[in-house]
């Protein structure tokens, strides 16, 4: 499949020349005629975006609510992408936000009518948000739950029989598809990192292989998340080796939308997870093979180090209030075990040489071992270093798993992504302090780089208003906000700072009558949840995670509920954040309030014509230490609840 460009290039013709008189008739001529106002921020934003195509760098465009950046950013991608024969990759901020960029009357939607363009865009997806026919065909045994089985029900036919041509496959098994199922339920049958994908008898009728197979052949945009596309820098070289696809094809340029966020991505991107029965099943597996005596001395010492390490870990971890992450201190002994592992480790790749010259064991599965030998051992090299790694042990129904992501993500990002001679575009609300933007800078590990900032046209004075409530108990709190939320007739987004806030007020609400329906996220398919929200007006959106992104506009939200000010966890990763500065409160956790709280008002106001409320829980003793610093963030005055 081949686009053309939306104009005609001529022999002698520059690209950007064309380019440039082609966006020109666009936000002069075209979209006017369509009925779109000509804007001014759209324009300068349109040639400094230009300047970054143009030159192969990076800028960061930071763009206020209603500018029309998407528009923007999407013109210059599409056409880039057809000129460049790579598709161009659009990272969003979060897995929940992939789809609002290609909902019903979203602006892909908008552009292509007005501009008479057949965008070519598809959805690549984290590999969680796919089901596992391996779990799920196991646990459907073993369950009596309606959610689950009728996801096994609507399997398409193939997936179980063998001897189906390819030519018949098509894709399934996307969350979407499955909106009625809790995220508690996806879970115990979605994909997850313990899954051994390359050695499962599904894989090639997989659900999320069939996926990827599809949008890698996207000739304009691949949408993806922050975490997605870090997964594939960080996987890519592996998955080569491995004689894999990477995650992602070569892209002719990346947009990161809401890239304020994309440090957490990266770290994220970078962890490695440890679950306590992974290493033993893969060496188990190994020893059954005609292994030689010296390797069957080496694997016994470290399952035996292994099972001491994970007794320590699990008799040194502290729960971390607020979150499921336990804290573990780096202690003599810990360090002392890893390093004996890990030299113990290195020993055995050097032995799996010799053993796989012996011709006794399966090359494809010598080389799945060797790949998480040396996965196990990087991880256990950050977690040698001394203050370069972030660790954390989590407990639930499937075991322990100690985690480890590293400190600092800069180097890593300078080399393997920020290397590429490509263009990428930062576009968000919220990305310099004060108009500065070194800070984002240099935590990316991004030297150089073109910006501007482009203030929101909307006029908030007369658009909306703003209340701040004090909070005495959580019991009044949740009285006052359900008087706001009856006063308005539904009609409201609800943002918790936490998935335990929330369940709080659900407690309360679930005591209560309402004459509109309440939805909470995790009940069903965040996608279906939003679509619903906006298409029915007496309507409450309860979330903690739509801070950002989530585009809303008309009848269907005309109140915002902030339940409290959005400080970070209390968790190792914020720890370790605030344990490498001067001042956390105001270096760290102040910040990042103040920048999710931007995003959070933002959700009000998405067009000229919206308008309503915004209203914002707070501690007495935060109002007199913050007061001030959210008061200058915000659009509008504060009014005080007497």
Not at 208 to 213: A, D, F, G, K, S
Not at 364 to 379: R, V
Not at 433 to 445: E, P, Q, R, T, V
Not at 465 to 473: A, N, P, R, W
Request: hydrophobic share 40%.
């Amino acid at each position: 499949m081949t686009n053309q460009l939306p104009f005609s290039i001529g022999k002698t013709d520059h690209f950007f020349d064309k380019l440039g008189d082609y966006i020109g008739d666009v936000f002069y001529d075209i979209l006017p005629e369509h009925g779109y106002e000509v804007r001014d921020e759209q324009i300068y934003m349109a040639f400094q975006i230009e300047k970054a195509f143009k030159e192969k760098s990076i800028v960061f465009a930071e763009a206020g609510v209603g500018t029309g950046k998407t528009f923007v950013y999407l013109l210059y991608a599409v056409c880039y992408a057809r000129y460049m024969r790579k598709p161009a990759i659009i990272s969003c901020a979060d897995e929940t936000l992939i789809e609002q960029i290609v909902k019903e009357g979203g602006d892909i939607e908008k552009l292509e009518k007005a501009l008479g363009l057949k965008i070519d865009v598809r959805l690549a997806k984290a590999r969680e948000q796919y089901v596992c026919v391996k779990k799920l065909d196991t646990l459907v045994n073993v369950t009596d739950e309606d959610e689950i089985i009728q996801v096994h029900e609507q399997l398409p036919s193939f997936v179980f029989n063998t001897s189906a041509s390819m030519n018949a496959f098509s894709r399934y098994g996307d969350r979407k598809e499955y909106p009625w199922v809790s995220n508690e339920k996806w879970e115990s049958m979605a994909w997850d990192p313990l899954q051994q994908c390359s050695t499962c008898d599904w894989r090639h009728r997989c659900g999320q292989t069939l996926h990827r197979n599809y949008y890698r052949e996207s000739v304009d945009l691949i949408v993806c998340s922050h975490d997605f596309y870090m997964e594939h820098v960080w996987t890519k070289e592996s998955r080569k080796r491995e004689g894999q696809l990477t995650l992602l094809p070569e892209a002719s340029c990346v947009v990161f939308d809401e890239g304020h966020v994309l440090e957490f991505a990266a770290q994220k991107g970078l962890t490695y997870r440890f679950h306590a029965e992974t290493l033993t099943t893969m060496l188990t597996a190994y020893i059954q093979q005609n292994v030689r005596e010296e390797s069957l001395f080496l694997i016994e010492d470290i399952l035996m180090l292994h099972d001491e390490w994970f007794d320590l870990l699990t008799e040194t971890a502290v729960p971390a209030i607020g979150s499921n992450r336990n804290e573990v201190p780096r202690s003599q002994a810990m360090v002392s075990l890893v390093q004996n592992m890990n030299e113990k480790v290195q020993q055995l790749l050097e032995q799996l040489v010799f053993d796989a010259e012996m011709f006794t064991i399966d090359e494809y599965h010598l080389k799945i071992i060797e790949e998480y030998l040396e996965f196990f051992s990087y991880g256990l090299a950050i977690l040698l270093k001394d203050d370069e790694g972030i660790f954390w042990l989590e407990n639930t129904d499937s075991g322990s798993t100690f985690v480890i992501m590293p400190r600092l993500v800069e180097d890593v990002l300078k080399k393997e992504v920020f290397s590429q001679q490509i263009p990428f575009i930062f576009s968000s609300a919220t990305l310099s302090k004060a108009g500065d933007f070194n800070y984002i800078s240099k935590s990316l590990g991004i030297p150089d780089f073109l910006s501007f900032t482009v203030d929101s046209p909307f006029n908030y004075k007369e658009q909306m208003m703003l209340t701040g409530h004090i909070e005495t108990t959580e019991r009044d709190k949740w009285e006052e906000i359900g008087q706001v939320l009856r006063q308005n007739g539904g009609s409201t987004l609800v943002l918790f700072s936490s998935f335990e806030e929330m369940s709080h007020f659900r407690r309360w609400a679930d005591t209560e009558s309402w004459d509109f329906t309440i939805l909470y996220e995790g009940d069903r398919e965040i996608s279906q949840a939003v679509k619903e929200f906006q298409q029915e007006k007496a309507t409450v959106l309860c979330s903690y995670h739509l801070w950002e992104g989530l585009d809303v506009p008309g009848e269907s939200l005309s109140q915002v509920v902030i339940a409290s000010l959005p400080f970070p966890p209390n968790d190792p990763v914020f720890q370790a954040k605030r344990n490498h500065v001067q001042n956390p409160m105001a270096e760290v956790d102040t910040p990042y309030m103040l920048l999710r709280l931007r995003q959070g008002v933002g959700r009000l106001i998405r067009s000229q014509h919206d308008k309503g409320m915004v209203h914002i829980w707070m501690l007495d003793e935060q109002q007199k230490l913050y007061g001030q610093d959210i008061q200058e963030i915000l659009p509008v005055q504060f009014t005080w609840e007497k």
